[in-house]
């Protein structure tokens, strides 16, 4: 009896061995092909913009996978003894679970669709950035040093699964950073870790519940830059626009309201003294109207990208697509398709899911709506602004806004 169970086990363990070295080829393989390679000898950080060494494996992964079929040998070789299956349930701890659930295998294919799509992203990008002529803006010579590290704060990390996010206000960025907090375990209850990013409470998603990548020394990041996983999501720049006018000046928002809105009203909207709160402010139907708003930011020096608040800051100004060679560009047009290609390219699917959000296709009526108050010159300066975003992302040119 006791032999048969002993032959039993180690049958299992070499065809469990075997499953696992197929699967690691294989997976190394569809892995490869998710990438491109321009040249051997391009790095990260190099003027000539290629593309970062794909890192099929990490030996992280490796022993994850490797630990995941020593639990499955283990697990056969628990309930062939019933004694063992009882402690088992007895002890039976919740973290180890997620664990397990963590080691489980991605498999599902990703669509040959979308991988196009992520590379011609990546192209477009690619070769604008090095060519001189089509697309020039401030800072696009720069290298990764040249960089201030305040410049580089829109960085998360999780490392634990080597990933690193640019976020973009206005583009899902509060669903991404409820994920990273969820993935890097930055986060805790009574020292238990947020499992469903939807509980974490939505005051303590902005702040230091994440981990900035800023925060460590040049050397560190660097490293981090080049070693992880790096994605980021960007949105129509005119949309992204609005919705940020929107969420900071239509809604009662006292910082922003004295930062910018009194300033605003005092100097486009004509109230040479607006109330104080906001709360007053808009129960008396006084906010700096959107034509206001543009005007602001039409009246900044040319080229101040830095004086722009993240919300309304080119997302080329908080990413650097330039320097950042990032593995996965997503947008918000195609959020749902997107986040469930990030997340399985992450291998991350089977821990975390994106949330459905709100359908964008009111999006592009919002332009109708608002951009009538302003005048043909002020969107001809305003897509000036943000060609770089439009250009670099590949959106199309709203040429009809344009015409005078
Ligand atoms: C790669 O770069 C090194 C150092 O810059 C150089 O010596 C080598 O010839 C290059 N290899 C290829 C394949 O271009
Ligand atoms: C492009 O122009 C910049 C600044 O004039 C220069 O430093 C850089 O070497 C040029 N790059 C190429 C590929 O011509
Ligand atoms: C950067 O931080 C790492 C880890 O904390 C440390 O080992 C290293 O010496 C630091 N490097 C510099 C240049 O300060």
């Not at 996978?65 to 070789?77: A, R």
């Not at 080691?103 to 011609?120: C, F, N, T, V």
Request: aromatic share 14%; glycine share 4%.
């Amino acid at each position: 009896m006791k032999k048969l169970r002993y032959f039993y086990v180690l049958s299992t363990t070499a065809g469990v061995l075997l499953m696992f070295f197929t699967n690691r080829y294989w997976t190394n393989r569809s892995e490869a092909e998710e990438f491109i390679r321009p040249s051997p000898n391009t790095t990260l950080f190099n003027p000539e913009h290629g593309y970062s060494e794909p890192k099929t494996l990490s030996s992280s992964y490796f022993w994850s996978n490797l630990h995941h079929y020593y639990n499955l040998v283990m697990k056969e070789f628990a309930t062939s003894d019933e004694e063992t299956d009882e402690e088992n349930d007895l002890f039976e701890d919740p973290e180890l679970e997620n664990r397990r659930r963590e080691w489980r295998i991605h498999s599902s294919p990703i669509p040959l669709e979308l991988k196009h799509r992520q590379y011609a992203r990546k192209k477009l990008i690619h070769d604008l950035c090095d060519s001189n002529g089509t697309l020039g803006f401030n800072g696009k010579w720069q290298t990764i040093d040249d960089i201030p590290s305040w410049e580089l704060a829109n960085l998360l990390v999780d490392d634990r699964h080597g990933i690193i996010y640019c976020y973009v206000p206005k583009v899902a960025c509060t669903e991404w950073k409820r994920i990273m907090i969820v993935l890097s375990e930055s986060l805790k209850v009574n020292g238990v870790p947020y499992r469903d990013p939807s509980d974490i409470p939505v005051e303590l998603i902005h702040g230091n519940s994440n981990q900035y990548l800023n925060r460590y020394n040049r050397t560190v990041m660097k490293q981090k830059l080049q070693q992880y996983k790096k994605f980021m999501f960007i949105r129509e720049p005119f949309i992204r626009l609005i919705s940020a006018y929107r969420d900071k000046f239509q809604k009662e928002n006292q910082p922003f309201y004295k930062q910018y809105g009194i300033p605003i009203l005092k100097r486009f909207g004509k109230i040479p003294n607006p109330p104080a709160s906001v709360k007053e402010a808009l129960a008396a139907g006084i906010a700096p109207s959107f034509s206001n708003f543009i005007q602001y930011l039409l009246s900044l020096p040319a080229d101040s990208y830095e004086l722009l608040d993240e919300h309304w800051r080119q997302t080329a100004h908080l990413c650097h697509p330039c320097q950042i060679h990032y593995d996965f560009i997503g947008k918000m047009e195609t959020m749902e398709e997107d986040a469930a290609h990030l997340l399985r390219m992450l291998r991350v699917d089977n821990i975390v899911q994106f949330p459905k959000i709100k359908s964008s296709t009111t999006d592009e009526n919002w332009i109708k709506t608002w951009f009538p108050t302003i005048t043909a010159d002020s969107r001809r300066k305003l897509f000036k602004l943000f060609e770089t975003d439009y250009k670099l992302f590949g959106y199309q040119v709203p040429e009809y806004l344009l015409r005078p």
